[in-house]
């Protein structure tokens, strides 16, 4: 016993400014290797053309988009979710962006049985398998003690992170084959602690340290990207939540509770980024950019993200939601200033195609 302690004082004495001696040292090099990687990746990035990428939560969002951009880089398709009218209009459109071919293969993503199927079918179509893309996800809203059933927030873990695991556990194989890629959509709110949605962060901070875990795994044989978006056009921030009773609903006002006066942004543009980093063979991403600086404050201030937490988004015990401070000053400005017309306006789609622009897109 005596030696443990010892060894425990040694540790406690040693190993800090020794971990900082080795960052010191391995810093330089680090960062040139970096400078260099990031200039040939600029020019040799991967092509997609006569490759493979499957979708999950192809259907609506960033996965639609994320489909749409491997289309005009060529890339042959399998898109994945439950609607299969909604893959099927995705499909159409990924054709006439460049897409040499495009199978839809109806599934949730819950089960794994279907997930099994989905990429069964891909590779009998394709014969290969090059990128699996980790899409699909739910959004859920309210405080932990306002939830009147508990066991119904079990789906949001099912569908984040396990219809994230299911896929890829099933897709592996097929992508050391090819030495492919596995984009995975997780969310900036699995970094930081953002009241509301307790359940949506531990879900998305599951999908995060799983795959920082697995790519260490399957190094170097598959590349795993993992993307950290704020808020962008979705089905979600059109307000399409889960709520404390444990049924997902439009909510227009719970949703402005949790995004406040923060930006929507465009999700051609954050599906984009993600692809590009993909196949830039990079290992992460976060859009907007300007998120990236929360993660200093994590690191410096945390009390910070705290305070910000409690003071924004909660509200006394028996006042409504309503009443939240990023609630009044989204109303104070109005929701116009922050928010895209395909948010404010539930008829519209987001993102949706019309002809003239599909037929003026340049074919990649």
Avoid at 1 to 14: A, R
Avoid at 121 to 141: D, R
Avoid at 257 to 263: A, K, R
Avoid at 264 to 287: H, L, Q
Wanted: proline fraction near 5%; include cysteine; charge should be positive.
């Amino acid at each position: 016993m005596e030696f443990v302690n010892l060894c425990h004082i040694v540790f406690t004495l040693f190993f800090p400014p020794l971990v900082i001696l080795l960052l010191l040292l391995s810093l330089p090099p680090l960062l040139i290797y970096r400078l260099f990687r990031t200039i040939l990746l600029i020019f040799f990035g991967e092509k997609m053309t006569g490759k493979v990428a499957l979708v999950t939560g192809a259907s609506s969002g960033i996965g639609e988009q994320m489909a749409y951009q491997y289309a005009k880089r060529g890339a042959s398709l399998v898109l994945v979710a439950r609607r299969e009218h909604e893959l099927r209009r995705v499909a159409e459109n990924s054709l006439r962006l460049g897409s040499p071919d495009v199978i839809v293969a109806p599934a949730d993503v819950t089960k794994p049985e279907d997930c099994k199927k989905a990429v069964d079918k891909a590779v009998s179509h394709f014969g290969q398998l090059n990128h699996v893309v980790a899409n699909a996800g739910i959004l859920s809203s309210c405080l932990f003690e306002e939830v009147t059933d508990i066991t119904s927030f079990k789906q949001v873990m099912d569908v984040n992170f396990w219809g994230g695991v299911y896929p890829t556990y099933y897709a592996i194989p097929h992508l050391r084959k090819s030495r492919g890629n596995i984009v995975v959509t997780a969310s900036i709110a699995g970094r930081f602690p953002i009241s509301r949605l307790s359940f949506y962060n531990a879900s998305k901070a599951a999908v995060i340290r799983f795959f920082e875990t697995l790519r260490t795994e399957l190094s170097p044989d598959i590349k795993v990207t993992i993307a950290t978006p704020g808020y962008v056009e979705s089905e979600l921030t059109k307000g399409k939540l889960m709520l404390k009773e444990g049924q997902i609903k439009v909510d227009k006002e719970a949703r402005d509770v949790v995004v406040g006066p923060l930006p929507i942004g465009n999700t051609e543009k954050c599906a984009k980024a993600i692809v590009d980093s993909a196949c830039k063979g990079e290992r992460y991403v976060t859009w907007p950019s300007w998120y990236r600086a929360l993660h200093l404050v994590t690191f410096l201030a945390p009390e910070v993200l705290d305070w910000y937490s409690r003071t924004f988004y909660m509200t006394e015990a028996g006042n409504p939601q309503g009443n939240a401070l990023s609630k009044k000053i989204l109303d104070m400005f109005g929701a116009g200033m922050f928010y895209p017309a395909s948010i404010q306006s539930p008829e519209k789609k987001p993102n949706q195609f019309t002809m003239a622009k599909l037929e003026n897109s340049a074919f990649v």
